[in-house]
């Protein structure tokens, strides 16, 4: 039995589930990098998905969010089967995704950024943009995103002048234009120094409320301080998921990934 196994339900009514993969496989020329994963993220909830490097996980997210098919399994929004559909049909389902700086128009400013991604259906790369000059009317809403991602100061700067941290900011203000009941954010405090993690961690709070939250995340502490349960992937598979303070303490998640910092 592992820990996962032995946490005990939460009391109170059963949380539905937001997010739901299934016996998911991925196979690339006969390397399985998904091995039979089962994965349920439950509505309102922050949940990190960790693994030590080539476990999977971003192999697992470009699965949830349609960029890659599975070889076989389901994954499910709501209930509802989404692994047939493509990415801008699944984010209008209500699943966002962070891009790196493949979303981010490094010549537009802070603001116009935000406003071509709510002018255009879904905020994927290589979408056709509505012309900025009718995009105007969508200012209030942009000033809005962008006051609640803590750029608001910095609507007029060039993106290409953002500091890594800020760059992160918009990327997550980008998905926000959708309005997404769940959001995938791909190691937000990657290449990040102590403040802009901390500024991060206060984001990705502030942005998880109202809606489902799943990342990928290196940092450990980070994952403590903001995960409200988590999955622990290796070698393709599911070692453990639960509270964090369940799986840290699962043998199996110290020999694979934790280490001497889950003895801390
Ligand atoms: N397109 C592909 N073709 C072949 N193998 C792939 C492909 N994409 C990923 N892999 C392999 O699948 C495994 C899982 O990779 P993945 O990038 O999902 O891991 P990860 O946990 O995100 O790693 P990291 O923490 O280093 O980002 C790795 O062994 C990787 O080499």
Do not use: C
């Not at 589930?17 to 039979?36: I, P, Q, S, Y």
């Not at 941290?165 to 009941?181: A, D, M, V, Y």
Request: hydrophobic share 40%.
């Amino acid at each position: 039995m592992t820990v996962a196994d032995a946490v005990s339900p939460t009391p109170g009514p059963p949380l539905s589930t937001a997010l739901e993969a299934r016996r998911l496989v991925k196979d690339f020329r006969g390397f399985r990098a998904t091995n039979e994963v089962d994965l349920q993220i439950r509505e309102g909830e922050i949940h990190a998905i960790i693994g030590p490097n080539g476990a999977g996980k971003t192999t697992l997210f470009n699965l949830l969010s349609g960029f890659l098919r599975p070889t076989s399994g389901e994954v499910l929004l709501f209930g509802e089967r989404i692994d047939t559909l493509a990415p801008h049909a699944i984010v209008r389902r209500g699943l966002s995704r962070s891009f790196q700086i493949s979303s981010v128009f490094p010549t537009m400013t802070v603001r116009e950024n935000v406003l071509v991604a709510l002018g255009s259906p879904t905020p994927l790369p290589g979408q056709f943009w509505t012309p900025l000059s009718r995009l105007e009317a969508l200012g209030p809403r942009a000033d809005e995103i962008l006051d609640r991602v803590g750029l608001g100061a910095a609507h007029a700067r060039l993106a290409a002048d953002l500091s890594h941290g800020e760059k992160r900011q918009l990327e997550i203000g980008i998905s926000l234009t959708q309005e997404p009941r769940v959001l995938l954010l791909d190691e937000p405090t990657s290449g990040m120094g102590s403040e802009g993690i901390a500024r991060v961690i206060a984001l990705v709070r502030e942005v998880a409320r109202g809606r489902t939250v799943v990342l990928v995340e290196h940092n450990m502490s980070v994952v403590a301080e903001l995960a409200d349960r988590i999955t622990v992937l290796q070698y393709g598979q599911v070692i453990a998921s639960g509270r964090y303070d369940d799986v840290r303490r699962d043998p199996r998640v110290i020999e694979a990934y934790l280490g001497e910092e889950a003895h801390a």
